[in-house]
């Protein structure tokens, strides 16, 4: 029994769709095949085999396939998913790592909950812009940057030299500095 008819087969193979070496098979390409198969009156048992002989592997789950068949027959027109509901994405985008970036640099001890709160974003992109896209992490309740620049390790040295230095010309140098040991 053979449920491919040679029209839809011939059809799909020059749409460059049927290939023996189909890697990775786009969804937006089979819902194109399932409009297709919907219009000439396939049910979808005909065209969900259709769709494993064309794509193998690669192709829509049963579900999926028979879900797309309901809202063609519900009188739907369109390929592209339905716009989903809930919080959209924007989180990583150059924009929001600016204004994270700008944020901390006001005021290094803000918490990643008031920063994404500040931004609406959620505490998990925020903790990822701030340690992945900005490399920074948390050191003594402030951001800092994870690595120092060169400016910074120069203005290292150059504290280290100058203390390094006072020891040496003032041997009681060492007794003044306030620590936070009782005597």
């Known amino acids: 029994m053979r449920i491919v ?20 098979a786009d969804f937006r390409e089979q819902g ?7 219009n000439l009156g396939k049910t979808g048992t ?11 592997e ?20 369109s390929i592209d998913d339905d716009e989903r509901s809930g ?3 924007s989180g990583s985008t150059l924009v929001m790592i600016e204004r994270v970036r700008q944020i901390i640099r006001e005021d290094r001890r803000r918490t990643i909950d008031e920063v994404s709160m500040l931004l609406g974003i959620s505490h998990g992109t925020c903790h990822k812009i701030l340690t992945e896209d900005l490399k920074i992490r948390r050191v003594a309740s402030k951001f800092v940057p994870r ?11 150059n504290v280290c030299l100058d203390l390094k230095e006072n020891t040496v010309n003032d041997p009681s140098f060492l ?7 009782k005597p």
């Not at 008819?5 to 990775?24: E, G, H, P, Y």
């Not at 194109?32 to 919907?38: D, M, N, P, S, V």
């Not at 007794?175 to 040991?181: D, K």
Request: glycine residues 6%; aromatic residues 12%.
């Open 5 to 24: 008819c040679d029209a839809t087969l011939a059809f799909i193979k020059r749409c460059n769709i049927l290939s023996a070496i189909i890697k990775v």
């Open 32 to 38: 194109a095949c399932i409009k297709f198969c919907f």
């Open 46 to 56: 005909e065209y969900y085999e259709m769709l494993k002989t064309a794509f193998g």
């Open 58 to 77: 690669q192709a829509m789950g049963p579900s999926q396939t028979f879900q797309w068949f309901s809202r063609f027959k519900a009188g739907r027109t």
């Open 87 to 89: 919080r959209p994405v």
């Open 147 to 157: 690595l120092l620049s060169v400016d910074q390790k120069l203005q290292r040295l």
């Open 175 to 181: 007794s003044n500095v306030i620590t936070g040991e």
